[in-house]
């Protein structure tokens, strides 16, 4: 990710309009304010992922960013954004209506109709671009949920949010391949997050909702490796699904349920047991998950008769 302007390596006297060129012609057009008072601070920077172009934002001056009929006369290229809160709090207003964000919260906008966000606090901000037909929803039920934060403590949203996160601050260790396949993830995502929100979650390409799903199980999985109990079943139920479509699943993926758990399994082992003083570090969930012995089978899996052991680490005990 590039670094677009750090308030401290740039002069004072030049501050101010550096700042504007960067929000104005790299971002925009926009256009923003502030108190002239009060030193900016901070900084920009913007990466592409794929498609997908994603900015972060990082300033501890309270100011706004907007964009005006006139801007957009200008220059209004065919784009939805997506704002996250990565830390501290944003506001965003558009067609009416304000989304407030907390930290982990998004919403999406319309870059082709005026809007303004604002800061009033330090804030660390992720913003991803996209064209408007990447997002395949209708734009008249996109217009009715613009400047709406999208709920992030239930389904496809409490995914998205730690995912978007993720891509903001990691965005200089992806290769273009496999950016460019993150970003068919990220855009998966945000239109299932968006979709729910809505009430539309139906509505979306089968193949679609199928992808969705299997990345909530995944994320299920991957929470409740610990329990000795977990299997095929249980693993359905919670998504309440039948077990025959979890099978056809992960058949398209090339394994089965209870391979991938075993996979998880070995992987969070891996990860927790390199030498004795481990002990003390590991989380309870990478314990447990290293500790259970599991015997997994196509139709479920059952503790050892013992219960849960730890490994033999070479005769201490």
Do not use: K
């Not at 099978?247 to 349920?257: D, M, N, P, S």
């Amino acid at each position: 990710m590039a670094i677009l302007i750090r308030t401290r390596d740039v002069p004072p006297e030049e501050l101010r309009d550096a700042w504007r060129a960067v929000v104005c012609d790299t971002l925009g057009p926009l256009d923003f304010r502030s108190d002239p008072d009060i030193p900016l601070q901070g900084e920009i920077a913007a990466g592409q992922l794929g498609p997908v172009s994603v900015g972060r934002v990082e300033t501890s001056t309270p100011h706004s960013v907007y964009r005006t009929p006139g801007l957009i006369r200008r220059d209004s290229p065919e784009l939805y954004r997506v704002a996250l809160a990565m830390s501290g709090r944003a506001c965003l207003l558009q067609d009416g209506r304000t989304a407030r964000l907390g930290p982990g919260q998004f919403t999406l906008y319309d870059f082709t109709r005026p809007y303004e966000l604002a800061y009033d606090s330090g804030v660390q901000l992720a913003v991803f671009s996209f064209p408007r037909e990447m997002l395949a929803l209708p734009g008249d039920l996109v217009g009715r949920f613009t400047a709406v934060p999208v709920r992030t403590d239930t389904g496809t949203g409490a995914l998205t949010a730690p995912l978007l996160r993720r891509v903001a601050l990691d965005m200089d260790g992806y290769q273009p391949a496999s950016a460019a396949r993150l970003s068919a993830v990220v855009m998966n995502l945000i239109t299932t997050a968006v979709a729910e929100h809505a009430g539309q979650a139906g509505s979306l390409p089968a193949e679609s909702r199928e992808n969705t799903l299997l990345m909530r199980i995944h994320a299920f999985i991957e929470q409740h490796l610990g329990d000795c109990d977990l299997a095929p079943g249980p693993v359905a139920a919670a998504h309440y699904i039948s077990v025959r479509y979890l099978y056809r699943l992960f058949e398209a993926q090339g394994t089965t349920v209870a391979a991938w758990i075993r996979h998880r399994r070995s992987s969070a082992a891996a990860r927790t047991w390199p030498t004795r003083p481990w002990a003390a570090r590991r989380s309870a969930p990478s314990r447990r998950a290293g500790a259970c012995q599991i015997r997994l089978t196509s139709t479920g899996c059952s503790s050892a008769p013992t219960g849960c052991r730890w490994p033999n680490t070479g005769g201490h005990s």
